[in-house]
Every structure is written in C-alpha cells, then in structure tokens.
C-alpha cells in the first residue's frame, strides 16, 4: 500500500489545531462526509472516519477495535492536546475507558454501582440545591457568565460531594481538577507542563491518602465502596481505585460544563428555541438530547485496529489507529433529516453524543439532570436572553475535542 498517496486531512487544507475549525468544525465535518469519508491525519497519525454507519460500526465492534491506545503513552503523542478522556492514571494501570473485554467488563461493573438511573435518582434534589445557589449569586444582575459562574461549577461540586470530598476542599479541588483536564497546548513551555503535572501529583498523593484511610475507616461514599469491593472481593487494586476515580474527574467535568455551555449559546442564537422550551419546558429532555447531537461536547474518540479492516476500497492495518468523529455522525443527513436544524421534535434516532455499547458513557445519566437543572434554572432566571457580546468574540477552549466556550456572557434580552 502506498503511504504516499495517502489522502490527508493537509491536503484539504484542514486542521485540527486552527482556532477557527474548533470555533466551528461542522463544515470541515460535512466536507469530510463528503468527499473524503476515510483520510489520514498526519497531526493525529491515525486514520478519522466521519460517517454515522462507520463510526457506529467501530464503536460496536470492540474486538476489532480496542480502547487500549486511550490509556497508553502513545495517546499523549496522539492530540496532546484533545485526546478523549485523556488518562492521567498512573502508567500500567487499566481504567474502563482505555481496557477491553474482560478487563473493561470488571472495571466497569464495579465503578457502575454509583450511576444506575436509580442512585442518581437520589441526588437529584441536591443537584437543584447546587444549582439554585449558583443561580442566586447572579440574580438580579443584567448580565453573567454562564461558563464560568454556573456551568463550570455545577460538575465540579456534584462530582467533588459523590467521590466524598469535604466542602473545604472545593477550591483546591478544583485546581487539581482543572489540571487534570486542561489540554496542554502544543506550545507549552516546560514550566507548564511541570506546574500541571505538580498539581496532578499532589491530587493523586491526596486521593492515595484517601484510600489508604479508608481501609482502615470504611466511608459510606464512592471511594469508599470502592475499597471495600476491592476488601472484600479482591477485585480493584488500590492503583484501579486511583484510576477510576481520576477518571470520574476527568470524563465528568468539562465534558458537562461544555455541554451545559454550548445548549444556552444555541438557545441564545435561536431566539424561537428558547422560546418554545420556555413555553413548554416539558421538551426540555427531548431538547438535551437534541444539544448532544447537535452540538456536543466530545468531538471525537479513539481506537485501535486490531485486524485489517477496510473502508471504502482502504485497508487500515492491525496496530494502526482510527479518529471517529461523533460530532461529524451526529450531523449524518443519512441519519438525522436536516442535520444543521436545532429541532427538539425529532423522531426518535440515535445520537452519538455519549458514544455507543460497552463503552457508552457511565455517566450520562449524571450529565443529563445536570444540564435540565441547569438549563431550566437559566430559563426561569432570565426570562428571555441573548448573548452580551458579538458572536466573533466568543472565546472557544483550545482543545479540539473537549468543543466549548470558556467565555459566554448572556444578557436579558431588549
Ligand atoms: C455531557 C457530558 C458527557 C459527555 C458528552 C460524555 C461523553 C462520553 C463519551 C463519548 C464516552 C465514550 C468514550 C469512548 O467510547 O471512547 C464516555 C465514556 C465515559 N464517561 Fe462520559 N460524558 C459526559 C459526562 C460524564 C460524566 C458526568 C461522567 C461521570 C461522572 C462520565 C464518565 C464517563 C466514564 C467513566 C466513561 C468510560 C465508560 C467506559 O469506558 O465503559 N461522563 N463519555
């Protein structure tokens, strides 16, 4: 097979890294659909897969194709700075995200226990309590920052109160949580990448403290049932324990605030939207949904082929990596009828907006009652709002994959 005349995303003029394609990759995604559905990417050194059928086809096949390279130091080659759920678990040690069968299976039965639609059932007064207090410290004003003032704060103290972390701890907390989950640009001098992994060190030192007191001292909150199944059964090592609850912190932050902070900035951009989910707020689960196809917050995934596959007259080779793109099939016109349309009334197709099968996302049932409380609470507050400055001002974080604005004041509207 011929490397060179592999097509590449270069070759389209397309960059991962541009400000502008992570401002608005849905363009960039529909050529790729288009005219190139299986390309090379050389700043990504893996193959990318645009299409509904084809990114569900490897998300369904976890054999053929393995999560592996999400935990190996390869994945810090590949994007460092937008890979999926990027890993800081200590090296060697298997999180769900990046284990196959019948690692992932074990891993994922133990940490799932907290995050049945049941449990979290419980926690979704609380999860208003946190809201509502947000919402209280802007009201009244004209205007405020949904990024920084509610959207980044809700996940990171419901997250920070499931895992057992004391309220005094929150702004700590969310230091380490913020450099656990910061992309690190490509540019980055060696201070930063020091400072960062100084803060990941002292959370990890932290947590390590955690679990080792909770052998002795059993708690009744998810690190502490997680000890005890490893206790009892011999099933997670300590080192599995640190590693599902770094991952907890990592896939179930941004990825929320993103989600929470792209929904208002598409409720503001359509004025008809948010009026129709004002007047029937009983859409509103229909309409988080609509958001994750629509625009959600995790660009892509990644995998690993384990034997030689082709797509569309292309063999990719065992060991070679494939990007799927799930924001670019949530987009598929052969799936979603006027995809670029934010309507709340679709018939019922699957997005891929929390992926698929064994991998589908832990806690998507966690993110949804925190966007409806946090979307309800904004609509409620501000009876009809738009955004406070001009679209071209909108500042996007810098990492391709975790898509969202760091910035977003929104304003009553006129
Ligand atoms: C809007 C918010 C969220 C989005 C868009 C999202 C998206 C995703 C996606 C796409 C995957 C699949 C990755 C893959 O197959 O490679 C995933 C997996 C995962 N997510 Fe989320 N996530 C969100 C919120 C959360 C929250 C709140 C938590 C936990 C508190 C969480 C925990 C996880 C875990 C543990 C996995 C790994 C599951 C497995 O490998 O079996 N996520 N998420």
Avoid at 22 to 29: G, V
Avoid at 94 to 108: E, F, G, Y
Avoid at 165 to 184: H, M, N, Y
Avoid at 282 to 292: C, G, R, S, V
Wanted: some cysteine; overall charge negative; charged content about 25%.
């Amino acid at each position: 097979m011929a490397q060179q005349s592999r097509k590449t995303l270069g070759d389209l003029g397309l960059d991962m890294f541009d400000p502008e394609a992570i401002a608005n990759p849905h363009h960039f995604y529909a050529r790729l659909r288009e005219e190139a559905p299986i390309i090379w990417s050389e700043q990504n050194k893996a193959w990318v897969l645009s299409r509904y059928e084809d990114v569900r086809r490897v998300l369904r096949n976890p054999e053929q194709f393995s999560s592996r390279l999400l935990g190996s130091e390869e994945s810090e080659l590949i994007g460092r700075t937008d890979i999926v759920l990027e890993t800081v678990a200590p090296t060697g040690t298997l999180s769900m995200v990046s284990a196959d069968r019948p690692d992932h299976t074990r891993l994922r039965k133990l940490v799932s226990m907290d995050f049945t639609p049941n449990k979290l059932e419980r926690m979704r007064p609380r999860i208003q309590s946190i809201t509502d207090e947000l919402l209280r410290g802007v009201s009244g004003r004209e205007q405020f920052d949904i990024a920084h003032e509610l959207a980044e704060p809700l996940p990171v103290t419901v997250i920070a109160e499931l895992l057992g972390i004391p309220s005094e701890l929150g702004a700590q907390f969310k230091r380490w949580s913020d450099a656990a989950t910061a992309p690190v640009p490509p540019d980055a001098t060696d201070e930063m990448v020091l400072a960062r992994n100084a803060q990941i060190i002292e959370f990890r030192t932290y947590l390590q403290a955690q679990i080792k007191d909770r052998h002795a001292n059993l708690t009744d909150d998810f690190i502490g049932r997680l000890v005890a199944a490893h206790d009892e059964e011999d099933k997670l090592t300590d080192d599995e324990v640190l590693a599902g609850v770094e991952l907890l912190l990592i896939g179930g932050n941004e990825t929320t605030t993103n989600l929470i902070s792209n929904a208002v900035l598409a409720l503001a951009r359509f004025p008809d939207r948010q009026a129709e989910l004002r007047e029937h707020p009983e859409l509103i689960d229909a309409a988080i949904e609509e958001f994750l196809r629509y625009d959600g917050s995790i660009q892509f995934t990644l995998r690993e082929v384990t034997q030689p596959t082709e797509f569309y007259g292309q063999i990719v080779e065992a060991g070679e990596n494939v990007v799927i793109l799930l924001a670019s099939a949530n987009r598929d016109a052969g799936v979603f009828k006027d995809p670029d349309t934010l309507d709340f009334h679709r018939p019922k197709a699957k997005h891929l907006g929390f992926g698929d099968w064994i991998h589908i996302c832990l806690g998507q049932f966690l993110a949804r009652i925190e966007t409806r409380a946090a979307l309800l609470g904004v609509l409620q507050e501000y009876p009809q709002f738009e955004l406070a400055i001009p679209e071209e001002e909108i500042i996007y974080r810098s990492n391709f994959n975790f898509r969202g604005p760091s910035y977003l004041p929104i304003r009553l509207s006129a």
